[in-house]
């Protein structure tokens, strides 16, 4: 972090406090937002009875088979230790996961501008703006993703997506076929695909895309062989048949 990016981190995150603590968490019934709050009083329940290991928690033999119930179990657990009622509870959530989805959308877009221009002074405003724009267009047709689904599961699974997103173009930018970024995008990956397999998927398809552009560019100056791309490719490849099977 530079120090000329705080007033804008301060900005985004006092402006995003502020609104979402005036408008509340969205609950509009019927709709999914009252879906992802029933899953989770569920799991505060199965808490305050003593049974924090029901078969609807975890699927011990098959993590992978009830993806929704990580997230629905972090967040009972955050309400059950907190001491607040889950009420209370959910109205300071909404708040915390409000301002980490937009500031790590901020970053996001910080490190892909700082990539394509050294003007660091206009990435900051863009990125601004940018994070602006996310949080009051981004969604599908009347539905704010912002504000529509502070408490689903895909929400702070977008936090991994950006850093995933991040991590790739590192790792695609070094010539080492093990680093500390594929370490990271496999632990991403792995924790995507427990909280929710869209955002994996969108990872696993940008992650394809990018590593074939990698090897076209490279094409005429490097051999096949000896391409970091193509060895990233292949494990790509073999990542997606993993997540497939």
């Not at 997103?165 to 590192?170: G, I």
Request: glycine share 6%; charged share 10%; proline share 3%.
């Amino acid at each position: 972090f530079e120090l000329r990016e705080w007033p804008a981190w301060i900005f985004l995150a006092f402006g995003c406090v502020v609104y979402t603590a005036i408008s509340g968490p969205y609950a509009e019934i019927p709709g999914d937002p009252i879906w992802h709050i029933g899953k989770i009083n569920d799991q505060f329940e199965f808490l305050q009875n003593d049974d924090a290991f029901h078969a609807s928690n975890f699927a011990l033999t098959n993590p992978f088979s009830k993806i929704h119930a990580y997230w629905y179990v972090v967040q009972a657990n955050i309400i059950y230790w907190s001491g607040y009622t889950p009420e209370k509870a959910l109205y300071w959530m909404s708040i915390a996961h409000s301002v980490i989805l937009l500031l790590s959308f901020f970053q996001f877009s910080l490190v892909i501008l700082n990539r394509i221009s050294t003007s660091r002074g206009d990435n900051l405003v863009i990125a601004t703006l940018a994070t602006f724009l996310f949080a009051t267009h981004f969604g599908l047709g009347v539905f704010s993703f912002f504000r529509y689904y502070t408490f689903g599961p895909v929400y702070l699974n977008m936090v991994l997506y950006f850093s995933a997103v991040v991590a790739l173009l590192h790792y695609l930018s070094l010539s080492t076929y093990f680093n500390r970024w594929l370490l990271y995008l496999v632990i991403a990956l792995i924790g995507m695909t427990l909280i929710h397999k869209q955002e994996a998927l969108f990872l696993l398809v940008l992650g394809l895309l990018m590593t074939l552009l990698d090897y076209w560019r490279n094409r005429t100056s490097i051999k096949w062989r000896d391409l970091a791309g193509a060895k990233k490719l292949v494990l790509a490849v073999g990542i997606i048949i993993m997540y497939l099977l």
